[in-house]
């Protein structure tokens, strides 16, 4: 153990050498930090008070921008309660909700735990006055099983709308369009069908066993400080009962390009004007997803693998080949990266019933070598990888940097997007309840919190803090403040007679360092 630990950090300094090498011969990497290590700067308990203070306002007041209009928001929706039996308002439902993916619990008996205390309770009516206890979280399941859920996610667009008119992503745009990363991903997994609108499949190496799992379509916005907030959700489920079909493995389920289609027509509904460009992986590259672009006049780069569309890399190949004097070629270094471009414009695409509809569209493929150090040898390697997109634009020299680094690869921020839910806290993986609709409206409850979260640590007012203490740590000691610490009230209720001003980075640079580990 004590050997494998040498040798990593053995070739951890072998690769800072190499960089330090490379850049001085005039390669670019971006910039990265580590947090420090380092004893508190506190020196009384009265200084360190005084801290947790100030860095609980400012999160509050980023938080504050966002939430008492979403919780107005929320109130409208109906609620299906007997009203001569209800204890606790809708908007205090949703708040518990909230806060329970906000400061990162994993469940509704540690939400049960940690967010009816009165400390946290004290502390939360300096902002709303009018609250007078936090419900158990089973009555929150309950009110979750019989309202209509969706109506939540669109109280969130509400929110995201507003922000929009607002201008409050205008510096952060691509050439002003909004990048929108679509990508599926697993929710959970389970042995007993519990809704029939769950998706099913056999248990390889088991005859005659099935489990039953929830899988989401997710669309997010990418920005271009690294920020990448939730956008709208579409959940893969059946349609029938499955009890009427004789064969499971007959039985049609529903998949990722149907819910694709099903996206894409409430994202055109919701946002009719907003100018897109879609960042999508390889499973979407053909006809029917292209031409939905198109229509909706959204632009897209779709990654291309080797083995599909094999028309469309034919006509390239030969299109490339007769650029002998390289004007459809660039080389350029980006992140410790020398890369060639090489690309096709106008590619005829057929497809459709006897191939009858066809599309213009063209094509990007880049290579790349870079060096590295061997994990097994610790020798300097080089390695080489390739890319390639399908694009709704022609390329040019001009463009070319831009669309595939600065647009194609931010599709890899919806990946550690679903990563960081997944395994960083939101407990995506967590169902909270079986009911489909419950567990509908906990997910869209996430996404709020997510949201929430991602603004304050990209907030101006908050990023110096956040690259000092990490971004777990900075959730974690805002938890731990709100729900233990006695914190001075009469200071967090000013907060609500001056309202501040919400206002975001705007450097990438940070994200780039390792904070987030």
Request: aromatic share 10%; proline share 3%; hydrophobic share 35%.
């Amino acid at each position: 153990m004590r050997e494998a630990v040498l040798k990593r950090h053995e070739r951890r300094r072998k690769q800072r050498e190499l960089r330090e090498q490379l850049k001085r011969l005039g390669m670019q990497y971006p910039r990265t930090s580590t947090l420090p290590n380092r004893k508190s700067g506190h020196k009384t308990t009265e200084e360190e008070q005084e801290a947790v203070q100030a860095a609980t306002e400012e999160k509050l007041k980023v938080s504050y921008q966002l939430l008492p209009g979403l919780l107005e928001k929320l109130s409208r929706i109906p609620d299906p309660r007997d009203p001569k039996k209800i204890k606790h308002r809708i908007t205090v439902m949703m708040l518990y909700g909230i806060l329970l993916f906000m400061f990162q619990l994993s469940s509704r008996r540690k939400g049960n735990e940690e967010l009816t205390g009165p400390q946290l309770l004290e502390n939360l009516r300096s902002l709303f006055p009018d609250l007078e206890d936090m419900p158990h979280q089973d009555t929150l399941c309950r009110l979750l099983q019989e309202m209509d859920v969706d109506q939540i996610e669109s109280c969130y667009l509400d929110l995201v709308r507003d922000l929009i008119r607002r201008k409050k992503f205008r510096h952060l745009l691509r050439k002003k369009r909004y990048l929108v990363a679509i990508d599926g991903t697993q929710k959970y997994v389970m042995k007993e069908c519990w809704d029939e609108r769950y998706l099913h499949r056999r248990v390889q190496g088991k005859d005659g066993e099935w489990e039953y799992y929830a899988y989401v379509l997710e669309a997010v916005l990418v920005f271009t400080n690294g920020m990448v907030l939730p956008l709208m959700s579409e959940f893969l489920e059946n349609s029938v009962e499955l009890e009427a079909v004789e064969d499971y493995e007959k039985w049609k389920q529903d998949c990722e390009l149907k819910a694709f289609h099903r996206l894409a027509k409430r994202l055109k509904r919701e946002f009719p004007k907003l100018p897109f460009t879609l960042l999508l992986d390889g499973l979407y590259a053909n006809g029917p997803v292209m031409e939905a672009c198109r229509k909706n006049k959204w632009e897209f780069m779709i990654v291309l693998k080797d083995k599909s569309l094999p028309s469309v890399w034919e006509e390239a190949d030969g299109l490339m080949r007769l650029d002998t004097k390289g004007e459809y070629q660039l080389k350029r270094d980006w992140q410790g990266r020398r890369q060639i471009f090489r690309w096709a414009n106008g590619i005829e695409y057929d497809y459709g019933v006897n191939r009858r509809k066809s599309l213009t569209i063209h094509m990007v493929v880049c290579e790349e070598a870079f060096e590295e150090i061997d994990a097994k040898t610790g020798c300097v390697v080089t390695k080489t990888t390739r890319h390639a997109w399908i694009s709704s634009n022609p390329m040019d020299r001009k463009n070319i940097h831009e669309r595939c680094n600065l647009m194609g690869r931010k599709r890899w921020l919806q990946e550690n997007n679903i990563l960081k839910e997944k395994h960083q806290g939101y407990s995506y993986e967590h169902i909270f309840s079986h009911n489909w609709n419950a567990m509908k409206g906990y997910h869209y409850l996430m996404h709020i919190a997510r949201m929430i979260n991602e603004m304050v640590l990209h907030s101006v007012s908050l990023i110096e803090h956040v690259k000092e203490v990490g971004i777990q740590s900075f959730i974690q000691k805002f938890y731990t403040a709100m729900v233990y610490r006695k914190l001075d009230t009469e200071r967090l209720r000013r907060l609500t007679q001056v309202p501040g001003q919400l206002r975001l980075v705007q450097e990438e640079d940070w994200k780039t360092s390792r904070l987030a580990a």
